[in-house]
């Protein structure tokens, strides 16, 4: 049995062990959720010895994350350290497996129904709540994980709608290499080293606020398509670090 796949099964072990324990913890001391969220990530980052990378600087002064979504390792490495504390946007299926569901529950992220055509009112609603919270809302445009190679998936809208209601401050975050180095699904864990790659964060400035030199990224209005230049800006900062499988 080679190195990866031991620590696949291990990870397993870890994750049937120790995170029904954090989830207790969380209920029982909520006010407490975001010191046991990360111990739970850095036990794990440094017990596996999971190679990551971080390429420029997280901005806490944004209020929303977006990032390209490969594998659960872009969950468990923010949560270990990313300095604030964030609010996972995710779809309700998750919220519905009672394992995986409680440890979603018990630090109250966000959980949408896809189906209810009043999901995005609901989205509106409790981002509000956790913003008001001083958390930070994290969310996959892609809404599922991708292959890991050179596309991503086609972004949806909610992020931008919901950057565009409350007119936030958001920081792009681009995932290299993490499905190819933790893959949970198929029980290989390590091998190489993954990279994030935080973007500078900006301001969504509504179109009526706009300045006619507001013309790039830093600080976006609604006359333009930003989130789709905005994912062809993720994606060609991605495409600079994805080297492809020999």
């Known amino acids: ?43 794990f980052m440094t017990l596996f010895h999971i190679k990551v990378r971080v390429e ?8 929303v994350v977006i990032l390209n979504h490969q594998s659960y390792l872009d969950v468990i ?36 129904d896809r189906e209810d055509k009043r999901s ?12 008001e919270e001083n958390r930070i809302l994290a969310i996959f445009p892609e809404g599922t994980r991708s292959a890991g190679k ?13 950057i565009e209601k409350y007119n936030l401050r958001y920081q792009p975050i681009v995932v290299v290499h993490t499905r190819r180095f933790f893959d949970i ?23 009526e606020k706009a300045k006619p030199a507001d013309t790039d990224l830093q600080s976006n209005n609604e006359s333009t398509d930003w989130f789709a230049a905005l994912r062809e800006e993720m994606h060609t900062c991605y495409m600079q670090h994805y080297q492809p499988q020999e």
Request: glycine share 8%; proline share 5%.
């Open 77 to 112: 490495f923010l949560e270990a350290f990313y300095p604030g504390d964030l609010c996972w946007v995710a779809k309700k299926e998750l919220g519905d497996l009672f394992f995986y569901g409680h440890a979603l529950k018990a630090p109250k992220m966000i959980l949408l």
């Open 185 to 207: 699904g198929k029980l290989l864990v390590g091998g190489g080293e993954s990279l994030f790659v935080p973007l500078s964060a900006r301001d969504f400035v509504p179109k």
């Open 56 to 63: 420029g600087e997280f901005d806490t002064s944004a209020q």
């Open 120 to 131: 995005l009112v609901m989205l509106f609603k409790l981002a509000k709540e956790r913003l």
């Open 1 to 43: 049995m080679n190195t990866r796949k031991l620590k696949g099964i291990l990870s397993y072990i870890y994750t049937f062990t120790v995170v029904p324990f954090i989830i207790a913890l969380m209920y029982l001391i909520p006010k407490q959720q975001r010191r046991f969220r990360r111990w739970c990530g850095t036990w």
């Open 150 to 162: 050179e596309d991503f998936l086609p972004f949806k809208n909610g992020a931008k709608l919901l």
